[in-house]
């Protein structure tokens, strides 16, 4: 049967924000984060007072630093706030608890982070850069972009704590709507063509990502509060990951093969998919520095998670950690972190 193979429409194009950048920023702001930061070093390594623990002296550095990055703003004053957190909670200066005591409970401190971590992913188009580059290498048939799509789901989903934002506009779906509009199929009149097999995966792929990590659902720390307060199991990334990627790895491998019978696509093989993945990759362009910045953020969250046990790093102060970095070099604007409403929905709701 032939597949009726069109060019992507030009709706899936957006504005271009892949210009490279030199600098992360202007000479004025490194000025301004040489004082705050120069203040808080001197303070930080110079003898400790007497009557003063080691942790109370740094505690003051970090004040300081953050009293003058109030007065030079190097970025706005809640991103110097935020930064302060993360310094004492990262460094152990504060319990996390401690830290985050007058903003509600850390663990959902940290789906709250998780989801800046997937503004970041939103803004930059990584998802949809790591989900081509997938089907480019894989993309063969109507099953092998099954399992493109539950492939991307895999990696993206610890970054992304919405099955909404991943499944629904902010990734997968634009993606999965772009194939099926390549083969003419589009809901009602030719959706069994190829489109609503692939819908189907999507949307299987995103529900069974959900709970294969913490971070990858809204409503799993939520359990992990549950399992503390009610039969005093404190539950890690790490142990979350371990418990449920078997189960989760099995469902992913079934449901593009399970589909094929329950939403069988008329179009079986597809020589050409992994030459519309690469038209798509063309239109993106190489990666940005933001791109770059954002991938090594994620890996590091990965592998800092995942090694928790070892580091003695809690998962809250990593996720704050990458939420920082986004927002030294730019990724990430304080506008941003104040625009992200289910981040801000989550946090009050459980919270209050």
């Known amino acids: 049967m032939g597949s009726g193979i069109k060019p992507v429409s030009d709706r899936a194009k957006r504005p271009s924000t892949t210009q490279p950048k ?12 040489a004082i705050v930061l120069g203040l808080g070093i001197v303070i930080w390594f110079c003898p400790v007072p007497a009557g003063l623990s080691p942790a109370a002296w740094k505690l003051f550095a970090v004040f300081v630093a953050t009293i003058a990055g109030f007065i030079l703003q190097p970025i706005p004053m809640g991103a110097v706030a935020f930064l302060s957190l993360t310094l004492c909670a990262f460094f152990g200066i504060l319990k996390t608890k401690d830290a985050l005591m007058g903003f509600g409970n850390g663990t959902i401190w940290l789906i709250v982070c998780a989801f800046f971590l997937s503004r970041g992913f939103i803004k930059m188009r990584l998802g949809r850069r790591i989900a081509f580059r997938i089907i480019q290498a894989i993309g063969r048939s109507a099953t092998s972009l099954g399992y493109s799509i539950c ?5 993206i989903s610890p970054a992304m704590p919405s099955a909404t934002t991943r499944g629904g ?22 959706a069994g063509r190829i489109g609503k097999y692939l819908m189907q995966v999507g949307f299987h792929a995103d529900a069974v990502t959900c709970i294969m990590f913490l971070t990858s659902m809204a409503g799993n720390p939520l359990c992990v509060g549950l399992a503390a307060s009610a039969i005093g199991v404190e539950l890690t990334w790490m142990q979350w990951a371990v ?11 079934l449901v593009p093969l399970v589909l094929l019978r329950i939403a069988p696509p008329e179009i079986r093989q597809i020589p050409n998919a992994r030459q519309i993945a690469r038209d798509e990759l ?56 104040l625009a992200e409403k289910g981040a801000r929905n989550r946090c009050s709701g459980w919270a209050g």
């Not at 030199?22 to 000025?31: E, F, G, N, S, Y």
């Not at 520095?289 to 998962?315: I, K, N, P, Y």
């Not at 970095?325 to 990430?332: E, Q, S, Y």
């Open 22 to 33: 030199v600098l992360i920023m202007d000479k004025a702001a490194l000025k301004k984060w």
């Open 282 to 337: 063309e239109k993106m362009g190489p990666m940005s520095r933001d791109e770059l910045v954002l991938s090594f953020v994620f890996l590091m969250c990965l592998v800092l998670w995942a090694t928790g046990s070892l580091t003695g790093l809690g998962a809250t102060p990593i996720a704050m950690l990458a939420v920082s970095i986004m927002l030294i070099a730019g990724v990430l604007t304080w506008k941003d972190i």
């Open 151 to 155: 492939l991307a789901e895999l990696i």
């Open 169 to 190: 506009g902010g990734v997968f779906y634009p993606i999965v709507q772009s194939l099926s509009s390549a083969f003419d199929s589009e809901p009602d009149p030719t």
């Open 243 to 253: 418990a449920a990627i078997v189960p989760g790895l099995v469902c992913l491998l």
